[in-house]
């Protein structure tokens, strides 16, 4: 089987299910966003040197899959429903696993640090710029609230990610000073 297939070549793309849409639709927006967070996630993966949360990180890699196949289905079924509402809690719970091992927050950071942590950063401004094309696509309660929330909960969760690489590498988070 080939990679290219040359469907796309006049700017449209099938989305589950068979129905054409053009690359610029925002279902296409969504999940190309999404997939672009799964990278950035790859990207903290491979930067984090000591493993400390990479189980974790992989099944992130996981839900994101979930929800680009939910956005990518003309109409959602069982096959592809998102991602499960337990796997919102797993992220709480890591989120307090690690700020339990962290100074407490006194001052805004700014994004660097190790490589993981810059790395976690970028991957948390992806997040919420994919957070926002996922509201706009539905209603509270439809088929897409389950995936905002689980984005929403995932940006703070990249944002401790962050402090936690610091500080597992022994790097001082930066604070932001108004000039």
Not at 28 to 53: C, F, K, P
Not at 72 to 85: C, D, L, Y
Not at 105 to 111: G, R, T
């Amino acid at each position: 089987m080939k990679i290219y297939t040359k469907t796309g070549d006049t700017g449209e793309t099938s989305l589950l299910g068979g129905e054409r849409v053009r690359k610029d639709h925002h279902r296409i927006e969504a999940y190309g966003t999404i997939d672009e967070l799964n990278s950035h996630v790859g990207v903290v993966r491979a930067a984090w040197q000591d493993g400390a949360i990479d189980a974790e990180l992989a099944a992130i890699q996981s839900d994101l899959f979930d929800i680009g196949a939910l956005l990518a289905s003309a109409s959602p079924n069982e096959k592809f429903r998102g991602v499960a509402e337990p796997r919102i809690e797993v992220l709480e719970r890591t989120i307090d696993r690690m700020e339990s091992e962290l100074a407490p927050l006194k001052n805004f950071v700014l994004p660097g640090g190790s490589p993981a942590a810059a790395a976690a950063h970028v991957a948390r401004t992806v997040c919420r710029r994919s957070e926002r094309m996922v509201v706009a696509l539905g209603e509270p309660g439809d088929d897409t609230s389950r995936a905002t929330r689980y984005l929403n909960r995932l940006s703070d969760f990249l944002f401790v990610a962050a402090r936690y690489a610091n500080h597992t590498a022994g790097v001082e988070d930066v604070p932001w000073k108004a000039r």
